[in-house]
């Protein structure tokens, strides 16, 4: 037990806690690739997408969980209203940050790459898309942040995670369950946060021979 909850209890709400943070930031990741990249190649759409996926991310998250079923035909407590909405906050912080890593590319790698016969796929996917790696990435830890902290609220519907542990303390008056959902979501927090982290530098070993220089 840990502060009135079962060690089992946490970890099944852990589990839950990942799967609804951390698959929609996988998907807004690949969902922001295509519509970062189509903003950088066409300059007139970047306004119009970058302000309007933005504004996505100022829908109040218990009002998209309320509104989303009537929009998808599920019930007010099914996992795909959290994934849907987590994906959607996922796709408004990480189309920006897509555009600007792309963008930060320097022309002259750009022309490089295509002076030795890379058509515009090819480059992207082997020459823009790494360099801008550290940029998403750093975009992708707040996203991780954010999703982790947004998911909590979606226990007031009914749907099980690490939030349940808020509303359990507060219908019992008890701050047990509440300190360790806090205490949860900051740890899971900072293992997303060191998860992409790594891989970002799994995924760059050129900055890491340049550190060593």
């Known amino acids: 037990m840990i502060g009135g909850v079962a060690w089992s209890t946490v970890g ?27 903003a950088t190649r066409y300059r007139w759409l970047a306004p119009p997408m970058i302000a309007g ?25 099914s996992d795909t209203n959290v994934l849907v909405a987590m994906t959607i906050y996922a796709v408004a ?13 320097p022309s002259s790698v750009r022309q490089a790459a295509t002076a030795m016969g890379y058509g515009e796929l090819r480059r992207t996917l082997a020459v823009d898309l790494p360099l801008a790696v550290p940029v998403i990435t750093a ?11 947004i998911v909590s609220v979606a226990a007031l519907i009914g749907v099980s995670q690490l939030g ?10 008890v701050m047990g ?13 900072l293992a997303l946060d060191a998860l992409i982290a790594l891989a970002s530098r799994v995924l760059t070993p050129w ?6 220089r």
């Open 207 to 212: 900055q890491r021979s340049e550190a060593s």
């Open 12 to 38: 099944e709400l852990l589990l839950r806690h990942i799967y609804l943070a951390g698959l929609p930031l996988l998907l807004g990741l690949l969902i922001s690739l295509p519509l970062g990249w189509l």
């Open 139 to 149: 975009g992708l830890r707040v996203a991780a942040v954010s999703n982790v902290s």
């Open 53 to 77: 996926t933005g504004l996505l991310y100022t829908i109040p998250s218990l009002a998209l969980f309320i509104m989303l079923p009537l929009l998808l035909g599920t019930t007010i407590i």
């Open 93 to 105: 912080l990480l189309t920006r940050t897509v555009a600007d890593a792309l963008a930060s590319v």
């Open 164 to 173: 349940q542990l808020f509303t359990d303390g507060f219908n019992r008056n």
């Open 177 to 189: 369950p509440i300190m360790v959902g806090i205490g949860a979501c900051v740890v899971l927090a």
